[in-house]
């Protein structure tokens, strides 16, 4: 059984939230993984998470793009800290879109490693 696509790893002694939206090939798998973070988000304590979002190699559409507006919108009260990895091309527009409308800063990463430790860095 793989492991979930959202879920809590440590990093440099510190909590950090995974969401693994890499890979995903189909949209539709991708607005469930995108809803699954939403309600998983939601249970968590205000101002509590560092959240790391891999969107490496997945395939989007105008539904995920909005999905993943909302998403921000909805956990910026929930987050400490974001960062994002696996932006390509039009990603970095969307990017840029879901960050300002969000009003979150949410740093791009080449890797995963640099993201972790940026976000194991956060206060």
């Not at 949209?27 to 249970?43: C, M, N, S, W």
């Not at 990463?109 to 430790?117: I, L, S």
């Given at each position: 059984m793989s492991e979930p696509r959202v879920r809590f790893i440590e990093h440099q002694g510190r909590q950090i939230l995974l969401l693994d939206f890499a890979s995903v090939p189909d949209p539709a798998e991708g607005l469930r993984h995108i809803a699954e973070a939403k309600a998983f988000v939601a249970?968590?304590?205000p101002s509590s998470l560092r959240i790391l979002t891999n969107v490496t190699d997945s395939r989007f559409n105008s539904d995920i793009v909005s999905a993943l507006k909302d998403l921000a919108t909805h956990n910026k009260p929930y987050a400490r800290a974001g960062a994002v990895v696996g932006l390509t091309g039009l990603m970095r527009i969307v990017h840029a879109t879901v960050t300002k409308?969000?009003?979150?800063?949410?740093?791009?990463?080449?890797?995963?490693?640099?993201?972790?430790?940026?976000?194991?860095?956060?206060p």
């Amino acid at each position: 059984m793989s492991e979930p696509r959202v879920r809590f790893i440590e990093h440099q002694g510190r909590q950090i939230l995974l969401l693994d939206f890499a890979s995903v090939p189909d949209p539709a798998e991708g607005l469930r993984h995108i809803a699954e973070a939403k309600a998983f988000v939601a249970k968590q304590q205000p101002s509590s998470l560092r959240i790391l979002t891999n969107v490496t190699d997945s395939r989007f559409n105008s539904d995920i793009v909005s999905a993943l507006k909302d998403l921000a919108t909805h956990n910026k009260p929930y987050a400490r800290a974001g960062a994002v990895v696996g932006l390509t091309g039009l990603m970095r527009i969307v990017h840029a879109t879901v960050t300002k409308i969000s009003g979150r800063k949410i740093p791009a990463f080449q890797t995963v490693d640099e993201a972790k430790d940026y976000l194991a860095g956060q206060p």
